[in-house]
T-cell receptor, first 111, second 113 residues
Framework: AQSVTQLDSQVPVFEEAPVELRCNYSSSVSVYLFWYVQYPNQGLQLLLK??????LVKGINGFEAEFNKSQTSFHLRKPSVHISDTAEYFCAVRGSYKLIFGSGTRLLVRP | NAGVTQTPKFQVLKTGQSMTLQCAQD?????MYWYRQDPGMGLRLIYYSASEGTTDKGEVPNGYNVSRLNKREFSLRLESAAPSQTSVYFC????????????FGQGTRLTVV
């Protein structure tokens, strides 16, 4: 069975600093991984996805993630964050018929 | 380009009341899903419909029923609301059960008092 662990419930960071949001997964089948972002009072929006191929995946808004099979990780990174990046971020793995989500990480960007 | 539309956006119910949450997508997607979001628990799948005419239970189906009315619409019904069903409900759709992107609605914030 697949599962996703996001170890950090909240990550505070200053504007223009780099950030990494951690995600670890377990899966016994082919891995499809996703990062979604949820801005306050909105639905979820896809940031990026890994299906196959290059392990470094680039997404929207300057975010990128690296798939590491040996460490079963899919950490999300951004070299310089903005106030507008304040949101909740969800890592997800594709199961046989559904997306399995982590518990989410709230990114709080301070001026 | 509407995508996934949910109604209503907000609802307050008394314990024991019933209601139906509506969801429609205009992307010709085959699969549709209902999730609930609770603080610290991420999104949990309530029910899903892999294709028109089929529905299946997810992780937390108790207290809910669903109807896949046609390819576009997938409704979620609470027959007798309980305070434990206070949550934010999201409808989502994707082209199929594979690795395609899921699109989400804006959510319905439900409070049961």
């Amino acid at each position: 069975a697949q599962s996703v662990t996001q170890l950090d419930s909240q990550v505070p960071v200053f504007e223009e600093a780099p950030v990494e949001l951690r995600c670890n997964y377990s899966s016994s089948v082919s891995v499809y991984l996703f990062w979604y972002v949820q801005y306050p009072n909105q639905g979820l929006q896809l940031l990026l996805k890994y299906l196959s191929g290059s392990t470094l995946v680039k997404g929207i808004n300057g975010f990128e993630a690296e798939f590491n099979k040996s460490q079963t990780s899919f950490h999300l990174r951004k070299p310089s964050v903005h106030i507008s990046d304040t949101a909740e971020y969800f890592c997800a793995v594709r199961g046989s018929y559904k997306l399995i989500f982590g518990s989410g990480t709230r990114l709080l960007v301070r001026p | 380009n509407a995508g996934v539309t949910q109604t209503p956006k907000f609802q307050v119910l008394k314990t024991g009341q019933s209601m139906t949450l509506q969801c429609a997508q205009d992307m010709n997607h085959n699969s549709m899903y209902w999730y609930r979001q609770d603080p610290g628990m991420g999104l949990r799948l309530i029910y899903y419909s892999a294709s028109e005419g089929t529905t299946d239970k997810g992780e937390v189906p108790n207290g809910y029923n669903v109807s896949r009315l046609n390819k576009r619409e997938f409704s979620l019904r609470l027959e007798s609301a309980a305070p434990s069903q206070t949550s934010v409900y999201f409808c989502a759709s994707n082209l199929d059960r594979g690795h395609t992107e899921a699109f989400f609605g804006q959510g319905t914030r439900l409070t049961v008092v």
